[in-house]
């Protein structure tokens, strides 16, 4: 809980967090601070914001031993993220979620902005999955933040806060991690931080550098035999660099370069059914294949799988304080390049059964290769008042473009030759339409190209000592254009250039009341966008007549507008006790809901004409002595569509159905945590701790198909290894609630600590998301978290002058 009263705009950290954080303290030390958020783009008291936020701090950070986005996602309430494979995730606020969105969706925009300090990171799917170390805090913002921070924040705005260079003294601190998996392979990490002022006190640089070894725990079965233990281990690296200097009394420079690589080795999937491994195969003659039933964390490859993920971000910070106001100018580019290559031979298989191929043709190794490369530029210069007035403002210019180039490719060795035996000399080439690999008989390119523009504005009003009201809106521009060419025996030879164009305003007004010293009550009523687009075709030779009918007609899809009304209460007593709450309801037009299109492939948009969201959520922490912290988080959604969507026969498409839930978020989610601190007598008086957290999150959909009679039968139609297609594999795609328990108990002295932890306790074997390949027809699995771990680690931290 990262909460302050406000009368004391205070936070208490007690020594564990001191010693998590390299800092010194005893058993009764309290470390008394003021959250400082900038979440309205000017520095401000967190309990102070006029709408629903909240704050994890590196204390809470790794007080909860959150390592990741999504870990931590489980501390907020209100915040979810869908785990759809290493460095692959969907992030919602408030239940406002469009659905499970997969790699080959290049052109969907997210709901969820995602921020680096002032600097735009947000790649739909792709949500960069930055190492948590040396920040100073996470920021959530829930709610619309168009006004202040335009497109892809129509649910909220997550904000990764770093520490900047310090220019009072030497500081360096460095982290030492070793864990276990439970049936899994080993992890660690290295992580280390400096921080030097330089010259006369008027410039520091900060450096931060880690590695961490991520151990894997899926087994794959492979098909030539024998099993691979541990396929999707995988490792990060990266540095941070960030110079700050001062030129003149007023004027405040700070360039920054961040790098971070990812390299998984493969994906968190257990599957339930595969084309090569199923309990259906006889081992019938010429087809020798054993039935077979896939356990927990194992999953059937003909080939290795990877995802790899290289980011560059540079960017630069100019502030100068000047007599009448403020002004702020950002700058930044990121380039990042991303691989996703998953063994596609199932899917590749399933096509060639359809085609009649021999059955050593469906067996070939198929390898699907996802890529993208990324360049985003953006700007941004804003001016804020600076005078202690009643009224106070703040405006800006935002400028954007992103380059994104997208290519899909499946080479298949010996695919050509099978190809043009069984259909015809020649086919192979024929169908090729420019691209030069004949044994890859799919093969897309996509880039595009998206311009945006934006005036921004906010003026805040105290009409008395107790009542502040804030107006703000935000004017916005957007120009996509986009080229859609593919060749191969999959693909329909398409060559097609879109455009997608949008402007609008969207405004926000707020109100603050102060009830007394420690309480405030505030009211938001405010508009967010998501801009539209156009669906990439299908792929057409993959589809049953029946998909190709149902999702063939829907090639474009609509601006996506929200309008967010919420109330909500923000307390802090001198007593150790603090409470924040909020209820809200979100009325949504043109939700961009995603489908699978069935055995085509492929995934579309469509628009949900009226879709709603409507909850509440609450954060409440206590300190009911000097050496007990205790958190409670939580939210109750309810997220609806209130339109049907229809084919052109009346049928209702995909479980677009008025009443049915929205895909990917629980209805119920809560997260507790304890702290008690003790004095410890060894190494000549320590002090200890223990700590326990407890995250339960509620029942999901992946996609809202999901919830429909009969959604969780499958049946491949695809006779091979002696199995007929006609037998039928029963899943129950309601993802079950699941609770995970962290466990975790140190001490620490002086300048170091060390820390002994457990995570899921439980060994819990969670379905995070579901997986289905062609429509299932050649694949079914669960992503799935990782097991019980258990670890070791140690910091020590190094101050001077």
């Known amino acids: 809980m990262s909460s ?75 915040l979810t993220v869908q785990n759809l494979g290493p460095g692959q995730s969907q992030v919602a606020i408030r239940g406002v979620s469009a659905g499970q969105i997969v790699r080959d969706q290049p052109g969907v925009k997210e709901q969820v902005g995602v921020y680096l300090d002032e600097s735009v990171i947000s790649l739909s799917l792709f949500t ?20 202040l921070f335009g497109s892809g924040s129509v649910g909220g705005t997550i904000r990764y806060i770093t520490n900047k260079p310090d220019r009072d003294a030497f500081d360096a601190n460095v982290e030492l991690d070793v864990n276990s998996i439970t049936d899994g392979d080993i992890g660690g990490a290295v992580k280390g931080m400096v921080n030097m002022p330089l010259g006369d006190g008027n410039a520091a640089l900060r450096l931060v550098g880690y590695t961490t070894e991520y151990g894997g725990f899926i087994d794959a079965r492979m098909e030539s035999g024998g ?17 700050s200097f001062d030129v003149g009394d007023s004027i405040t420079i700070t360039p920054r370069i961040v790098y971070q690589e990812i390299d998984a080795d493969g994906f968190n999937r257990q599957e339930v059914f595969s084309l090569f491994a199923n309990p259906y195969t006889t081992g019938a003659p010429g087809t020798p294949r054993e039935p077979i039933q896939l356990g927990e964390r194992e999953q059937h490859l003909l080939l290795a799988e990877q995802f790899t993920d290289e980011t560059l971000l540079a960017d630069v910070v100019f502030e100068a304080s000047l007599d009448a106001f403020d002004f702020t100018f950002v700058g930044s580019q990121m380039d990042r390049e991303i691989l996703v290559s998953r063994d596609a031979s199932a899917l590749t298989g399933s096509v060639s059964v359809d085609l009649g191929y021999p059955a050593s043709a469906v067996l070939l190794p198929s390898n699907l290769r996802d890529t993208t490369d990324l360049k985003q530029t953006t700007f941004e210069a804003r001016f804020s008042s600076n005078n202690d007035g009643r009224l106070q403002w703040l405006g800006g210019f935002f400028w954007s473009d992103t380059e994104r180039s997208y290519g899909q490719y499946l080479p298949t060795p010996g695919y050509a030759a099978v190809t043009d035996a069984t259909l015809g000399a020649g086919t192979s080439a024929a169908v090729a339409n420019g691209f030069p690999d004949l044994d890859s008989p799919y093969n897309a ?35 996509e254009s986009r080229r859609f060419y593919s060749g191969g025996l999959f693909a329909n030879g398409d060559d097609q250039t879109d455009t997608t164009s949008s402007d609008g305003f969207t405004p926000r007004v707020m109100a603050s009341f102060d009830m007394n010293d420690n309480v405030t009550l505030n009211a938001q009523v405010s508009q967010g966008f998501r801009l539209g687009g156009v669906n990439d075709p299908l792929n057409a030779t993959l589809c049953t007549p029946s998909d190709l009918q149902i999702f063939g007609s829907f090639q474009s899809y609509n601006d996506e507008k929200m309008w967010n009304y919420e109330a909500g209460v923000k307390s802090g007593f001198d007593n150790g006790i603090t409470l ?41 922490g206590a300190n009911p002595s000097e050496s007990l912290y205790l958190s409670l988080a939580g939210s109750i959604l309810e997220s609806e569509f209130d339109s049907t969507v229809v084919d052109g026969t009346g049928a209702v498409i995909g479980g677009l159905r008025s009443g049915n839930r929205l895909a990917s978020v629980p209805d119920f989610q809560i997260a507790a945590s304890g702290s008690y601190y003790f004095p410890f007598d060894l190494f000549g008086g320590a002090d200890g701790f223990v700590t326990a957290t407890i995250h339960h999150v509620g029942d999901r959909i992946t996609q809202p198909s999901d919830q429909e009679a009969g959604a969780g039968v499958f049946s491949s139609g695809l006779p091979f290894g002696g199995a007929t297609g006609n037998e039928t594999t029963t899943v129950d795609l309601e993802l079950d609630p699941y609770t995970i328990i962290n466990l975790s108990t140190g001490i620490e002295k002086d300048d170091w600590s060390a820390v002994l932890y457990i995570q899921n306790v439980g060994d819990e074997n969670a379905d995070l998301s579901f997986d289905r390949e062609r429509g299932g027809r050649a694949r079914l699995g669960f992503r799935t978290n990782k097991p019980r771990t258990i670890g070791i680690t140690f910091r020590k931290s190094f101050s001077g002058t």
């Open 580 to 620: 924040n709450a909020a209820v809200f309801y979100s009325d949504i037009e043109d939700l961009q809901a995603t489908l699978d299109a069935g055995s085509c492939s492929s995934r579309v948009s469509f628009n949900v004409p009226k879709a709603h969201t409507q909850g509440l959520e609450f954060e409440l």
């Open 445 to 479: 390119l996509l880039p595009y190209d998206i311009e945006q523009m934006a005036l921004f504005g906010e003026v805040n009003f105290d009409v008395t000592d107790a009542l502040q009201l804030t107006v703000g809106g935000r004017w916005y521009d957007f120009e």
């Open 4 to 78: 302050i009263g406000k009368t004391t705009q205070r936070l208490v950290v007690l020594p564990a967090a001191l010693a998590l954080l390299g800092l010194s303290g005893g058993a009764t030390a309290q470390l008394l601070e003021e959250i400082t958020v900038t979440a309205t783009k000017r520095e401000t008291s967190i309990q102070d914001v006029p709408f629903s936020i909240n704050a994890q701090t590196a204390a809470d950070i790794q007080r909860t031993g959150a390592t990741d986005l999504e870990e931590l996602s489980r501390n907020v309430a209100g």
């Open 128 to 147: 960069p999955d930055f190492d948590l170390y040396d920040l100073n805090r996470v920021e959530t913002l829930r709610g619309p933040q168009g006004t």
């Open 227 to 243: 099993v691979r233990s541990d396929v999707n281990g995988g490792n990060r690296m990266g540095v941070r660099a960030a110079l």
